[in-house]
């Protein structure tokens, strides 16, 4: 009999640890993909207007953005390999690029950046800022 109780209750405690997993998975997931840009979105449509010019225009450039390691109060951390490693110096300069083409209709700007960790936000603050300079 003593054997029987064992093991529902084990049944039990493992069904209870089971539902607290999946408890806290969801809670996770929840919190992971909330909207933490309530109220944005990006409107992709084009509007449908004649073009002005039979033209396409094209425009490239591209700005450093290798960070100042002058500030010993403000260090760089680097990605990978160990956690606080600092930079100490620059071996080769990092660089953002862009493309911007023009029909006289439809803009569109290309950016690559030599980075790690540019995230959604970042990308949504960007687009905002963006907006407000045109």
Same mark, same amino acid.
């Given at each position: 009999?003593?054997? *029987? !109780?064992? =093991?529902?209750?084990?049944?039990?405690?493992?069904?209870?640890? #089971?539902?607290?997993?999946?408890? $806290? &998975?969801?809670?996770?997931? #929840?919190?992971?993909?909330?909207? =933490?840009?309530?109220?944005? *979105?990006?409107? &992709?449509? @084009?509007?449908? *207007?004649? $073009?002005?010019?039979?033209? #396409?225009?094209?425009?490239? $450039?591209?700005? *450093? @953005?290798?960070?100042?390691?002058?500030?010993?109060?403000?260090? @760089?951390?680097?990605?990978?390999?160990?956690?606080?490693?600092?930079?100490?110096? @620059?071996?080769?300069?990092?660089? /953002? !690029?862009?493309?911007? &083409?023009?029909?006289? =209709?439809? %803009? &569109?700007?290309?950016?690559?950046?030599? $980075?790690?960790?540019?995230?959604?936000?970042?990308?949504?603050?960007? %687009?905002? =800022?963006? /907006?407000?300079?045109?």
């Amino acid at each position: 009999m003593s054997s *029987k !109780i064992t =093991r529902t209750r084990l049944i039990r405690i493992f069904a209870a640890v #089971l539902l607290f997993a999946a408890l $806290a &998975l969801g809670t996770g997931c #929840l919190c992971a993909f909330r909207d =933490r840009n309530p109220g944005y *979105k990006v409107d &992709l449509a @084009i509007p449908p *207007k004649p $073009a002005a010019t039979n033209t #396409l225009r094209a425009g490239f $450039a591209r700005v *450093k @953005i290798s960070p100042d390691l002058a500030h010993s109060k403000r260090p @760089i951390y680097l990605a990978g390999f160990r956690q606080n490693r600092k930079a100490t110096a @620059i071996h080769d300069d990092l660089w /953002a !690029i862009a493309c911007v &083409l023009d029909d006289g =209709r439809t %803009r &569109l700007g290309i950016v690559a950046l030599d $980075a790690i960790g540019f995230f959604p936000d970042d990308v949504i603050s960007a %687009r905002k =800022r963006l /907006a407000q300079d045109s």
